[in-house]
């Protein structure tokens, strides 16, 4: 870990400016600049760049933050990537946190042995360019089937000498540690203790990690060797830096077309990454022939949710397609297939076409999960109605992995139409899957991750806000996600700004935005809904008690944009943004937030309570209708003199809005 004051020394010193002039033509436009924003196609600047607030954003994607975060989304580096990265750029030395003896260990061993890798490609590589044997033989074999020079440049493709030690000898006579060979799987020790190199005689895929790092190699016996072989490609194994369930061939090469296209093409082998590659068509990686891990599926979820499957038109290329793609649906994405023209692979086909060929064919052809299995299924299933049963239930289910309600719904209209099923039918089997797929009662009382503003309201899982009596039904109100992300911004913003005020008893106080707010909601007993609020509003109470930030109203600010957890920081950094619009009621309306923060933190405290209020009344009104309530005179009443006291409660609120017209 990287220590708190070396991050809050790199915000200090990353000029905005300076870092997003190194990707982007910025030109003047007041007090800010603006250019073509690097995250999407932009014909017309949309990318503003603050330097008095340090920030930057696309009023168009919505991409930007602060330094770090526009590194993050430029390299596709992670936060303590991003944050080695702008060390280096602004001469700050950045060094992580003490660490203990054992975790000293590991890190020298990763570190050796990504040392190593990034030997051995350059080794692999030298060797092909530079050697007569490499040259006839491993260049030979990647011209022959069709790669420019600059593609075997960019994908450092290799060739390893067909000798026994040719590598290894070279590696410990530079001074590697012939156990760090053993261990990434470069090389393997005879029983008399002699090094062997694995890849002897093959020409050479290294595997490269998100940041470029070398973390495994795939190495191919070449055309002339290749009948009677069992192995044509062998890999890396498994280690400390290399997972194939969590690596993807080309990633490093695709990232920024991924993001840029937001699509990725996923094929099956090398080659067929590269072909795709050098016709244009860049947004495009390899799983290498496994199955499809959920590893690699957060790696893509990194740069979109749209991924179309491409595979040869045979029945490997078929079964190919049909793998994973429960798991892709179950991740969010959406998912389309195709499969090539009989004869074709990725690798020939993009040999034949440039990038609009391609791309163009693609749309043309490509297929949503359910239309593919429907056409591919139902020449199989014919007039068989056992066989129509279980396309059906196969389609189902494959729905019902959809998280979405939307796009199930979507899709179970569309399945309705193809098999002719009454729509309901499909409602209620899919219901039965997803009930089967619930987690445990354990499982389902864990708190949701708070990924975006609203989405533990909207899926209706996040923590009610306590109502005023305790023994009501939990309140769960997209309203109150709206208010309190109101005040998270006014806290990020002005948490640690003091003023005074007059006490309910008359007397003189002074306070912060931050303390003002937690104590408000405290004297009612209320708990802000989302997750990831309560957790911002806690930091910022330890902030602004911390001693050390006494006098400096910017602390909270400042926390919360140099904070580690990238919810946090990103939020922060969109809600400093000076063009941050809402919507209209008093959670919505920022006119006099700047010049009286703390009027502005009793308007939305009123509409919090009001919010709560109301959503109240509706729940006793709801268990009024009850029959069973009806029928239990004292319950009745006792409910109706609660539904009393809170419609005074209500009138009170409104009168001190002042914009309320009570019914």
Request: contains cysteine; charged residues 30%; proline residues 3%.
């Amino acid at each position: 870990m990287i220590a708190q004051s070396t991050i809050d020394r790199i915000i200090d010193a990353a000029s905005i400016y300076d870092v997003v002039s190194d990707y982007v033509t910025l030109r003047r436009s007041g007090a800010s600049y603006k250019g073509l924003c690097p995250f999407h196609d932009d014909t017309t600047p949309s990318f503003y760049v603050s330097p008095a607030k340090n920030l930057c954003k696309c009023f168009s994607c919505g991409k930007g933050g602060n330094p770090i975060h526009f590194i993050m989304e430029i390299e596709q580096l992670n936060f303590f990537e991003a944050i080695k990265f702008l060390g280096k750029r602004f001469g700050i030395e950045v060094e992580d946190k003490e660490l203990t003896p054992e975790e000293r260990k590991a890190e020298s061993d990763r570190e050796s042995m990504f040392a190593v890798n990034e030997w051995a490609s350059g080794y692999f590589h030298s060797q092909m360019l530079d050697t007569d044997i490499g040259k006839a033989v491993g260049l030979a074999y990647f011209r022959g089937r069709g790669f420019r020079d600059d593609i075997i440049e960019e994908f450092r493709l290799g060739f390893c000498p067909d000798k026994m030690d040719a590598m290894s000898s070279e590696a410990i006579r530079k001074g590697y540690n012939a156990d760090y060979l053993v261990r990434t799987g470069l090389a393997f020790r005879m029983d008399n203790g002699q090094m062997r190199d694995k890849y002897r005689g093959r020409v050479i895929f290294p595997w490269f990690g998100i940041s470029g790092k070398v973390t495994g190699f795939g190495g191919r016996v070449l055309d002339a060797r290749t009948k009677g072989v069992s192995q044509k490609y062998i890999n890396s194994p498994a280690s400390e830096i290399y997972d194939k369930s969590r690596e993807l061939y080309g990633i490093f090469q695709a990232k920024k077309a991924i993001k840029k296209e937001d699509r990725v093409y996923m094929v099956e082998g090398y080659t067929d990454v590269i072909s795709m590659h050098q016709c244009g068509v860049e947004n495009v990686v390899a799983n290498s022939g496994t199955a499809l891990t959920d590893g690699q599926i957060r790696i893509l979820l990194r740069f979109t949710n749209n991924i179309t499957l491409l595979y040869d038109g045979d029945a490997a290329g078929i079964h190919a397609a049909m793998r994973g793609t429960n798991m892709l649906l179950a991740a969010g994405m959406n998912v389309n297939i195709l499969l090539l023209p009989d004869g074709d692979d990725p690798d020939s086909f993009a040999r034949k076409h440039n990038a609009s060929e391609f791309k163009a064919y693609v749309e043309a052809n490509q297929k949503d999960f359910i239309t593919f299995k429907a056409d591919l299924l139902m020449g199989e299933a014919g007039n068989d109605p056992q066989k129509k049963k279980n396309l059906i239930e196969d389609i189902v289910e494959s729905i019902a992995s959809i998280p979405e309600e939307i796009g199930r719904s979507v899709y179970i209209h569309q399945c309705s139409e193809m098999m002719k099923v009454a729509e309901g039918i499909l409602v209620r089997d899919v219901a039965r899957k997803r009930n089967e797929k619930r987690p445990s009662q354990a499982d389902a009382g864990r708190e949701p991750t708070a990924a975006t503003d609203n989405t533990a309201a909207q899926d209706g899982t996040a923590d009610a806000a306590k109502p005023v009596a305790q023994d009501e039904p939990a309140i769960s109100d997209t309203r109150l996600i709206k208010i309190e992300k109101a005040l998270i911004r006014l806290i990020v913003r002005y948490g640690g700004v003091r003023f005074n005020y007059i006490t309910s008893d008359g007397d003189k106080a002074n306070t912060t935005i931050v303390d003002f707010i937690s104590q408000d909601l405290e004297a009612d007993d209320l708990h802000l809904q989302h997750p990831l609020y309560r957790s911002m509003l806690s930091q910022a109470a330890e902030v602004v008690h911390n001693p050390a930030n006494d006098a400096q109203p910017d602390s909270v600010t400042h926390h919360f944009l140099s904070n580690s957890d990238l919810d946090i920081s990103r939020m922060a950094a969109e809600m400093m943004s000076d063009r941050y619009v809402l919507s209209k009621s008093s959670a919505d309306d920022p006119q006099s937030e700047e010049s009286r923060p703390e009027e502005f933190a009793v308007h939305l405290l009123l509409d919090y309570k009001f919010v709560i209020i109301e959503e109240t009344i509706e729940q006793i009104k709801r268990q009024l209708a009850d029959p069973a309530v009806l029928s239990d005179s004292a319950r009745c009443a006792e409910i109706l003199r609660k539904q009393m006291a809170y419609n005074e409660m209500k009138k009170c609120l409104a009168k001190r809005l002042g914009d309320r017209v009570v019914g």
